[in-house]
């Protein structure tokens, strides 16, 4: 069974930077993109951005140009920059492995607060 683990999440000022990592174990079968996703406080989880095994990016509006998502595959490796980060960023962010844009496999999350 492969596992998605998420790190790097904490507390950083508004304005400041943060790198998470999502780790894989094994083989990624029948998948073609990963992403990542986020969910604040009272609100749904929705998409920050997902990279297709193509080399396709797409992001949130409200993180174009301050966020940007990459991968090592030598290090089964996926990763979101986050820069310029203002409070409305805050929530658990997810790392998120597609098949045909649709999730099938979730990480366990990890906590980014960013205060004013």
């Known amino acids: 069974q492969v596992q998605l683990v998420e790190s790097g999440g904490g507390l950083v000022q508004a304005g400041g930077s943060l790198r998470l990592s999502c780790t894989y174990s094994?083989?990624?079968?029948?998948?073609?993109?990963m992403a990542w996703y986020r969910q604040a406080p009272g609100k749904q989880r929705e998409l920050v951005a997902r990279?297709?095994?193509?080399?396709?990016?797409n992001y949130a509006d409200s993180v174009k140009g301050r966020f940007s998502i990459s991968r090592d595959n030598a290090k089964n490796t996926e990763y979101l920059q986050m820069n310029s980060l203002k409070p409305d960023d805050t929530g658990v962010y997810y790392c998120?492995?597609?098949?045909?844009?649709?999730?099938?496999?979730w990480g366990q999350g990890t906590q980014v607060t960013v205060s004013s």
């Open positions: 998120a492995a597609l098949r045909f844009m649709t999730p099938r496999l």
């Open positions: 094994g083989t990624l079968v029948s998948i073609n993109a």
């Open positions: 990279l297709s095994f193509g080399g396709a990016t």
